[in-house]
């Protein structure tokens, strides 16, 4: 039985244990659970009841809601800091600002029009080439990244080929969420979300969401409202399509 966040269990008419339910509403789920190889069990019957509510809440107090004038405006006077990193200057001058190079330097160069990012194969494997920045960014944040010309290449041998943009969390659970698109070896093309933790047992744990597209020119953007935290593919011209919503209980963002 659970009234509010209290759940109590109760065996044959008795009450055996007691918990307080840390999980939001809209992550409490009701199931059974057993080790297939360990013990036997045979459920006979279940009965599901509670005190639903007859209407709908009105549109501000529903919790899966977006607000009324957009779901993620952001007023002006609430913003604390806006940071703009212009990827076209320099390596040197990136590396002022806190950006680190991942990877060797000669797979990044910069010209006026922007970055580019050369992934090359060295002794028969893939190398990672990219950017990190380290930043405290503490409660609601939007990261965006925007590209063109991007080119995807693999085959058989070399296996997947992605391009993403990577933000990590200082939870307990080492949270990290990825956004991007990426290339089969088959040549099938994705944007992928992929949200990665750690289980309490320290064994890793990975959830990926995929969409059949192929897409060479846009912005990438991940967000966090509260405890959501929300994956977005934007065009050239500031049209964006959400792709993935999960929720987040982390303190803050790290890079």
């Given at each position: 039985?659970l009234?509010?966040?209290?759940?109590?269990?109760?065996?044959?008419?008795?009450?055996?244990?007691?918990?307080?339910?840390?999980?939001?509403?809209?992550?409490?789920?009701?199931?059974?659970?057993?080790?297939?190889?360990?013990?036997?069990?045979?459920?006979?019957?279940?009965v599901?009841?509670?005190?639903?509510?007859?209407?709908?809440?009105?549109l501000?107090?529903?919790?899966?809601?977006?607000?009324?004038?957009?779901?993620?405006?952001?007023?002006?006077?609430?913003?604390?800091?806006?940071?703009?990193?212009?990827?076209?200057?320099?390596?040197?001058?990136?590396?002022?600002?806190?950006?680190?190079?991942?990877?060797?330097?000669?797979?990044?160069?910069?010209?006026?029009?922007?970055?580019?990012?050369?992934?090359?194969?060295?002794?028969?494997?893939?190398?990672?080439?990219?950017?990190?920045?380290?930043?405290?960014?503490?409660?609601?944040?939007?990261?965006?990244?925007?590209?063109?010309?991007l080119?995807?290449?693999?085959?058989?041998?070399?296996g997947?080929?992605?391009?993403?943009?990577?933000?990590?969390?200082?939870?307990?659970?080492?949270?990290?969420?990825?956004?991007?698109?990426?290339?089969?070896?088959?040549?099938?093309?994705?944007?992928?979300?992929?949200?990665?933790?750690?289980?309490p047992?320290?064994?890793?744990?990975?959830?990926?969401?995929?969409?059949?597209?192929?897409?060479?020119?846009?912005?990438?953007?991940?967000?966090?409202?509260?405890?959501?935290?929300?994956?977005?593919?934007?065009?050239?011209?500031?049209?964006?399509?959400?792709?993935?919503?999960?929720?987040?209980?982390?303190?803050?963002?790290q890079?």
């Amino acid at each position: 039985m659970l009234q509010n966040d209290k759940l109590t269990l109760h065996i044959n008419g008795a009450a055996v244990a007691e918990h307080t339910v840390a999980a939001p509403p809209t992550s409490r789920f009701f199931g059974l659970f057993r080790y297939i190889t360990d013990t036997k069990c045979r459920v006979r019957n279940i009965v599901y009841r509670g005190d639903w509510p007859k209407q709908l809440p009105k549109l501000e107090q529903q919790q899966l809601a977006y607000p009324a004038d957009g779901p993620f405006l952001v007023k002006k006077e609430l913003v604390q800091e806006s940071l703009n990193l212009p990827l076209n200057r320099p390596v040197d001058q990136l590396q002022q600002d806190g950006i680190s190079i991942l990877g060797s330097d000669d797979g990044i160069s910069t010209a006026e029009n922007g970055l580019r990012l050369h992934a090359k194969q060295e002794n028969g494997e893939k190398t990672q080439v990219g950017l990190t920045l380290e930043k405290s960014l503490p409660g609601d944040f939007e990261a965006t990244l925007n590209f063109a010309e991007l080119t995807l290449q693999s085959n058989q041998e070399n296996g997947e080929t992605g391009f993403t943009m990577l933000v990590a969390f200082d939870d307990p659970a080492k949270s990290v969420i990825e956004l991007g698109m990426f290339l089969d070896h088959h040549g099938k093309h994705s944007v992928r979300t992929i949200c990665e933790h750690q289980l309490p047992d320290g064994d890793p744990t990975q959830v990926d969401s995929q969409f059949s597209q192929t897409v060479t020119a846009g912005q990438l953007r991940i967000l966090r409202r509260g405890n959501q935290l929300h994956c977005l593919l934007g065009d050239q011209e500031n049209h964006f399509r959400l792709l993935k919503a999960t929720p987040l209980l982390a303190h803050r963002s790290q890079r």
